[in-house]
């Protein structure tokens, strides 16, 4: 391991948030969320495009779905980056927070949902279009489909009802998420992982709330990581670690894992959040650069590639 280079980060040194926010692995991060988005076009391009889901292969399953993982673990942590350098501009953060991810998330979501109804698009390619419920609707405008047990109306839409809850909670836990309470942080974790686990077991479906809850925790966990410890590893290492743990992921045969308790899922979602706070930023260059880009425009991309294959494949 190295330590940090002269005029970096230092554990004793003591910064503002924008001046620790200099030290955060951005282009890390970037480079994360591009490989997020990218894994969920894919697996639905080889999956649809190819028709490899109507064979029964799962390989296209387990990479949209850790694509969903990997966004559930950067979105808490990259929330927890922005509510610290809120905090020095806003005296009312827990608003400000609100407002922001109200403004963020469902205007392009309810654009979604209503070009699908408007042009009877399916959920996916090759799929039939039936009218929605108005209950349905909704459910889909105000993303709580999975507490009114309706159907998403876009594909990728099912994960964003987990984000929005996963919302309600987080500025609570920034609250929480000093380094030397990372054993509360803990005790949530298990206690969210035992609750899903023996509730699920009993037959309690309500406690399918809780399925993402260990996996948003691992970004909380890296938040706390990145602020406790400051020893870095080469960013070069950072695509090759990532690169491992996600092809590990994917050739491990954990197929899509519906009706059982998530603990592969979560197990990804703890390594990334311990991976994150260790390795340097990576430099500016070609991969970077891709990758801020695609990460910029991620959000339109998960919500709209659905539609635009149901155009290029199911449409005469």
């Given amino acids: 391991m190295q330590q940090p280079p002269s005029g ?48 029964g292969y799962t390989f296209p399953h387990d990479m949209g779905r850790l694509g969903v993982m990997i966004f559930f673990v950067h979105t808490s942590l990259v929330l927890m980056l922005s509510m610290e350098r809120m905090k020095v501009k806003h005296s009312c953060l827990v608003r400000s927070f609100y407002i922001r991810r109200a403004f963020r998330i469902y205007p392009l979501s309810v654009v979604g949902i209503l070009a699908a109804i408007t042009f009877a698009i399916p959920v996916a390619p090759f799929a039939t279009f039936s009218s929605p419920s108005l209950v349905a609707v909704v459910s889909n405008m105000a993303l709580l489909q999975n507490l009114t047990n309706t159907p998403s109306l876009i594909g990728p839409l099912w994960s964003l009802p987990y984000e929005v809850q996963m919302y309600a909670a987080l500025p609570l836990l920034f609250f929480v998420r000093n380094p ?110 891709a990758a801020h880009y695609i990460a910029k425009y991620s959000y339109g991309i998960y919500l709209f590639h659905m539609l635009a294959m149901w155009f290029v494949f199911d449409t005469d």
């Fill in 180 to 289: 030397s309470r990372i054993r509360v942080l803990l005790v949530i974790m298990v206690s969210a992982v035992l609750t899903n686990a023996v509730g699920l077991s009993l037959g309690f479906r309500v406690f399918r709330i809780l399925d993402y809850v260990p996996c948003f925790m691992g970004g909380i966990f890296a938040y706390a990581l990145l602020r406790k410890y400051q020893t870095r590893i080469r960013a070069a290492l950072w695509p090759f670690a990532l690169g491992v743990l996600l092809t590990a992921y994917i050739v491990s045969g954990i197929g899509w894992p519906i009706g059982r308790v998530f603990y592969a899922e979560w197990s990804v979602c703890a390594a990334l959040g311990v991976l994150i706070p260790w390795f340097h930023d990576m430099p500016k260059g070609p991969l970077t650069t």
């Fill in 8 to 55: 970096g980060c230092s554990a004793n040194a003591v910064f503002d948030a924008r001046e620790l926010h200099n030290c955060d692995p951005v282009r890390n991060l970037d480079l994360l969320r591009a490989c997020a988005v990218l894994l969920v076009v894919f697996s639905h391009l080889i999956g649809n495009g190819l028709k490899l889901f109507e064979r």
